[in-house]
C-alpha cells in the first residue's frame, strides 16, 4: 500500500490551495478534518462525516454524513441533528424553510415574532409586568375568568374588576369595605325584576340616624334608645351632572322608648336641612292613628330632583310617609 507523507500541499505556483478535480475519498467510517477554511463548488457531494473550522457551502452542496464546524456560512438543506449552541456572531439567522418539523426541549429568546397564525397545543405561561392584545375579538371558551389568581385574602382583592377605556375609565370592581362590587356609573340592566334583594340596615343609638349615601353604610336606619324626636341625617349624595333627574329614598325605623312614641321630624341632605312634605298635609295628619308607644313606627323618605339640576341638595323636594302600629 502506498502512502504520501508531506507538511503541506498547495498549487503549482505555490500561492494557493490546490484544487482536487478528481475529488477526495474517505474511507468509511473515517472523518475528513480541515483545520483552515473550505470552500465547496456548486455540486459538491460528501458521503462520509466530516469536521471543519470554518465551512462556506455554495448552491448544490451536499452531504449524506455529519457535518461539525465553528460556523456555517450558506443554506443547509435537509435534516440537522445537533446542537446550535451559540449565534452572537449571525446579523439574520435564518435559512428553515417549508413546513419543517422542530423539536427542542427549551427555547429561551429576547424576542419573539410569528408573521402568520401561532397555536399552542399546551399551557402558555407568560411571565412579566404587561400583556398586550391588539386584535379586534377576543374568544375564551373557559366559562370561569380569573382575575388577581395571587391573590390569598379579601383585602387584596380589593379594587379588582374590569376597566373600560373611554373619555372617562369605566370600572367594575370589587370593594373590600362594602363587601361588594361597586361600578363608577349607573347600571341599566335590559331586566327590571330582581330575583332575591335585601337592604342593609343601620342599628343607631340615639336621636341623629346618620347615613351615608352608596357607601358601606346602608339607606334604612333603626334607632333605639332615643330620648326625643329623630333627625335624619343623610350624606355623600352625588352632587355631578349624571345624578341629574334621580330620586333617593331613605327610611328611619323609630322603637318606642319609656312608653313614649318617637317620632322622626328632621331630615338634612348634604347638610341641608329640607322641609318634609308629609303625608296628609302635616306630620300630625301622617302618623294619626299609626304611633305605638310599646312597638314601632316606620318612616319613608323620598328626595326628588325636581328641578333637572343634582348640583345641590337644595333642587330636591322631600316627601315623606308614616307607617305604624307595628308592635
Not at 500541499?9 to 475529488?23: L, N
Not at 347615613?211 to 349624595?237: E, F, K, Q, R
Request: proline residues 2%; hydrophobic residues 35%; glycine residues 12%.
Amino acid at each position: 500500500m502506498s502512502e504520501l507523507r508531506v507538511d503541506n500541499i498547495v498549487s503549482a505556483d505555490g500561492t494557493a490551495a490546490p484544487t482536487y478535480s478528481q475529488g477526495v475519498i474517505v474511507g468509511s467510517g473515517k472523518t475528513f478534518t480541515v483545520r483552515g477554511d473550505v470552500d465547496f463548488q456548486s455540486g459538491a457531494n460528501v458521503s462520509g462525516a466530516v469536521t471543519f473550522s470554518s465551512l462556506s457551502i455554495a448552491s448544490g452542496f451536499s452531504v449524506t454524513g455529519v457535518i461539525t464546524a465553528t460556523s456555517f456560512v450558506g443554506n443547509v438543506t435537509g435534516n440537522v441533528t445537533g446542537n446550535a449552541s451559540t449565534a452572537t456572531l449571525a446579523t439574520n439567522a435564518q435559512g428553515l424553510s417549508g413546513s419543517p418539523d422542530i423539536t427542542v426541549t427549551n427555547v429561551s429568546a429576547q424576542d419573539v415574532q410569528v408573521g402568520g397564525a401561532l397555536t399552542v397545543t399546551g399551557n402558555l405561561t407568560v411571565n412579566g409586568t404587561q400583556t398586550i392584545i391588539n386584535t379586534t375579538n377576543v374568544e375564551i371558551t373557559d366559562p370561569l375568568v380569573g382575575i388577581g389568581s395571587g391573590n390569598t385574602t379579601d383585602s387584596q382583592a380589593d379594587g379588582d374588576g374590569i376597566q373600560i377605556y373611554g373619555a372617562t375609565n369605566k370600572t367594575f370592581t370589587y370593594n373590600d369595605t362594602k363587601k361588594a362590587f361597586e361600578a363608577n356609573i349607573p347600571i341599566a340592566p335590559n331586566e327590571s325584576r330582581f330575583i332575591t334583594g335585601a337592604e342593609k340596615t343601620a342599628l343607631i343609638s340615639g336621636n341623629t340616624a346618620t347615613l351615608t349615601y352608596n357607601s358601606s353604610s346602608a339607606n334604612v336606619a333603626i334607632c333605639t334608645n332615643s330620648t326625643g324626636d329623630i333627625t335624619l341625617d343623610v350624606n355623600g349624595i352625588p352632587t355631578s351632572s349624571d345624578f341629574d333627574n334621580h330620586a333617593v329614598t331613605f327610611t328611619v325605623i323609630a322603637t318606642s322608648t319609656s312608653g313614649i312614641a318617637r317620632t322622626c321630624t328632621a331630615v338634612n341632605m348634604n347638610g341641608v336641612a329640607k322641609t318634609i312634605k308629609w303625608a296628609g298635609g302635616s306630620l300630625e295628619n301622617a302618623v294619626s292613628g299609626l304611633t305605638t308607644t310599646a312597638g314601632y313606627t316606620i318612616y319613608g323618605f323620598t328626595g326628588i330632583n325636581t328641578v333637572g339640576s343634582a348640583s345641590t341638595t337644595d333642587n330636591y323636594e322631600v316627601f315623606g310617609v308614616a307607617s305604624g302600629g307595628f308592635y
